[in-house]
């Protein structure tokens, strides 16, 4: 039982006798005045302060004598001697009220000056209860929130940050969900994503870490334009250290994409099953899809094999199913008699098959298939984001985490590797960014010319005009992969993909696009979405606001093609006109280029994007 009543503002303002019984306060005035004595503590508040607070915009004639009657009130609900009168203004009691924001402060300042770690860890978890929502809810003063709720809300994450770093030693497991959430919550705050990647680290669980490491990084990147601080680098660090967490003979690694979509075509087979592969351009779609249709083919489990049809030069409405159609046909050897979709449906019906429709960019190539007769199957492989039709089961292929990124290109090596630098890491990071074309072009590189030595692959990997031609291999080709969606593009799109390629911005809005480009924001986002569809631009949103991303690879092709297409005149003015937007709109991003710069240069945080 406490000795003394509390006045609790960390979270919904409440007050609790000696007994712990909660007493109300429901006018909403003498809960500001409360709120307002509480967190002035033993300095008191000036009579002017609580009618400044009371009645913000202009006082009434009685304004002096309504607070008197506040406070006589407050004083018949808490007792006579709980407020006291100072000149000028009153004070709260702290002999008889107790205030939570001063026994979450008492409670740190202990935790911190404790040398029993365990002791630590009880006193920050006991000021972290103390936090019970957002401070002052059910206080309504605008005032009182802008002078104390950011100072309170800084107060918990201190508390946090302390629990945290002593859970971590005692149980990581435990500090991983709420920082888990404490991120999402900040998602600016370097030092609990430090946090966050510490528990993962030292929870065994180091893929995770790097992959969180790799979101901070790039939300800092988008929302900020910096580079992570020291302490996230790092934490960074100490998971690359840490050594791979042990796996079970039931715990073999990831499912490859290939598994879990044979075995949904087969579970789904009864009453035809009709599945979308989605993912960027070089993602490894097709090896997974081209990987099923084998193992399809060997265990003879369709009545006819498996027909693979390249979408992309078909039309991007309705005639193009009845198109589509005709080619599935042509490989099964049948000529339509009629209606070639009428024609497919009951050859499909009558010897199921798996189709897989390739290269898809547009739903109308595709939807006039659905729904997939009993026994058929149907794949269809977009780099679009929401394939369209809820018959289809999405299968969303994503970039490999950072861990098998460094583990993959060690390996390459015939002779065993020192650490690679940070630098290094940084920059396989920023620019392969876990594209699985990219790291296995570049691992057979690194297997065919053991002479490349680590410097020399970073080396090419920062220069934009080298980096394409490093990534061409025996059998990968990922200058021909990132081709392969911009020669399907309108000429418009084309055009608009080449110049923004010159945008060295980690990211951009439509509202600079525009400006670049030269067109209207309605036109400018309707090439965008054409760009986005083909997946060699990403999109996101930031709140609600849309923003854009080229990634580094396929910026390496625009300005490669843009060299021997676009007049250089043309290129320099659609980046003074981007600069122009940006520099209208100074909360864009942090730090807007200079002219005589390229972006990248001007921002001083990106050296590996200097063109």
Known sequence: ????????????????????????????????????????????????????????????????????????????????????????????????YEVDVRLARARIDAGRRSADPDERLRLFTRALDLFRGEPLEDVPSEALHQAHAQVLGDLRLLALEYWAREQIRADPAAAVGPLREASAERPHQESLWALFVEALTASGRRAEALDCYRRARRLLLDDLGIEPGPALRQAQENALAAHPEPRSG???????????????????????????????PGIGKSWAVNAVVHEVRRSGAAGRPPVTVHARNAEQDDRSAQEIAVRVLGAWGVEPGGEPLDDLRAEWARSPALVVLDDVTHPAQYEGLLPVPPGGGLIVCTTMSRPAGRQLEVFELRPYPLEQVLDLLIRARAQPSPGLAESAVRVFDAVLEGLPAAVHALVERITDEPDLTWDEIVALLRDPRRRLDLLTSRSIDVRARLRAPYGRLQDPARRAFRLLGWLDAHSF???VASAALDLSGSETRGLLAELARSGLVRADFRGDERRYRIPQLARSLAREISDYTDDRTLRDAAVRRALRAWQSNPFALPAPPTASQPWGESRGTRPLMLP
């Open 1 to 96: 039982m406490p000795t003394r009543a509390i006045i609790e503002l960390l979270g919904v303002f409440r007050l609790t006798d000696e007994d712990g019984v909660v007493v109300p306060v429901p006018q909403a005035q003498q809960r500001i005045v409360l709120a307002m004595l509480a967190s002035a503590e033993e300095q008191g508040v000036a009579s002017d302060g609580l009618l400044d607070a009371l009645w913000p915009q202009e006082l009434p004639r009685s304004a002096r004598k309504t607070l008197h009657g506040y406070i006589a009130r407050l004083r018949r609900l808490l007792g006579a001697d709980s407020i006291l009168t100072r000149p000028g203004g009153y004070v709260l009691n702290l002999e008889r």
């Open 250 to 280: 039931a715990d073999e690694g990831p499912v490859r994409p290939e598994t879990l979509i044979t075995a949904s075509l087969t579970r789904r087979r009864a009453e035809g099953a009709a599945i979308a592969v989605v993912g960027p």
């Open 509 to 511: 809005t439509d509202t």
